[in-house]
């Protein structure tokens, strides 16, 4: 954090407070089942998990919408989630944190797309994921179905504060649905920021964009083996994508930002550089990267608050949350 003044930073991290996210894009159940293991099973060389309980929380955009809502900020999600089993129980997770649900809309035909994770471990062992099992519809939507979230986002857009776009293969970012989600927001006047899991550079026209090296050097073309395959990287998606900035993070290796004519900046991992759980922590990087785009912060700033809340979150089980207190003490203790 050198060169960044604290002060300033907990000011723009308590500036989240309030500020209205239109959160666009794949809303996911994700189920967590919790149980102990202690013998294998005699029918096939597989552990026997004993059953302890099951959890479920947002996932996906669902999961972005929370964590722009942990963080002080109004998150409005628009998507879809069937009248199932997994669709109630999200709407009912967001209802009891009063994040409004008339946004997510049921699409005939098609399921709550539900990722199911069992977490499994000895008696007095830390639980570590096993398996994971999606049950999950990727295809395309009608033009029909496009045009009804289409016009969700547009209303819901009028007088929001910035936009994220996330984006996890489950059919609804068409390219033309792209392209017009990206007009819609930059007609509203607000930043939008794209994160996609397969396709990050299909997004052009966005503010920016937040990958990870891995989603941004396949979409990048680029060998990461090879000398100079971040600066490569970097650069190239911010010319294929139109974009101000790109910031590619990097797991235990921070985070690298790109910004149109200048030099690249990099930063590492803020406090223990081995996490406990990674899962969801690329939406706590979107989300805080949206909230300072819309309280009026550089991406500069944005990054420094994104690595800091993604520190809180990758040190918690299953799909996390950082409050704006969890992150001021962060910013507190960093060096």
């Avoid at 479920?56 to 879809?80: F, L, S, T, Y």
Wanted: charged share 25%.
């Amino acid at each position: 954090m050198a060169g960044f003044d604290k002060g300033m930073l907990i000011d723009a991290v308590k500036s989240w407070k309030g500020r209205k996210v239109v959160v666009f894009g794949d809303m996911i159940l994700d189920e967590f089942i919790y149980g102990r293991t202690d013998r294998v099973s005699r029918e096939a060389p597989v552990v026997i998990v004993r059953y302890d309980g099951s959890d479920h929380c947002p996932g996906g955009a669902g999961n972005a919408a929370q964590n722009v809502a942990a963080m002080g900020g109004r998150p409005v999600p628009v998507g879809m989630a069937a009248n199932d089993d997994g669709g109630t129980r999200l709407r009912e997770y967001f209802r009891e944190r009063y994040i409004p649900t008339r946004g997510i809309v049921s699409i005939r035909g098609r399921a709550t797309t539900t990722k199911t994770r069992v977490m499994a471990g000895d008696f007095h062992a830390q639980r570590q994921q096993i398996v994971r099992i999606d049950r999950e519809e990727r295809g395309k939507l009608g033009s029909g179905e496009e045009d009804r979230l289409l016009s969700i986002l547009e209303k819901k857009a009028a007088g929001a504060d910035a936009a994220i776009l996330s984006d996890y293969g489950q059919g609804i970012f068409s390219g033309r649905v792209i392209r017009r989600s990206i007009a819609i927001c930059r007609k509203a006047g607000i930043p939008v920021v794209a994160d996609s899991r397969f396709g990050i550079e299909r997004f052009n026209g966005v503010t920016t964009a937040t990958p990870n090296e891995v989603e941004a050097a396949r979409a990048a073309e680029v060998d990461l083996n090879t000398r100079g395959a971040l600066e490569k990287t970097g650069r190239r998606l911010v010319e294929m994508l139109s974009s101000q900035s790109m910031l590619v993070t990097r797991g235990r290796f921070g985070m690298s930002l790109f910004i149109t004519g200048k030099k690249r900046i990099d930063i590492g991992v803020t406090g223990s550089p081995e996490a406990t759980d990674v899962t969801g922590a690329g939406d706590t990087v979107v989300s805080a990267v949206t909230l300072s785009l819309a309280a009026g912060y550089d991406m500069k700033t944005a990054m420094i608050l994104a690595n800091t809340a993604a520190s809180v979150v990758v040190m918690k089980r299953g799909t996390a949350v950082a409050s704006p207190e969890e992150i001021i003490r962060g910013l507190e203790n960093a060096g």
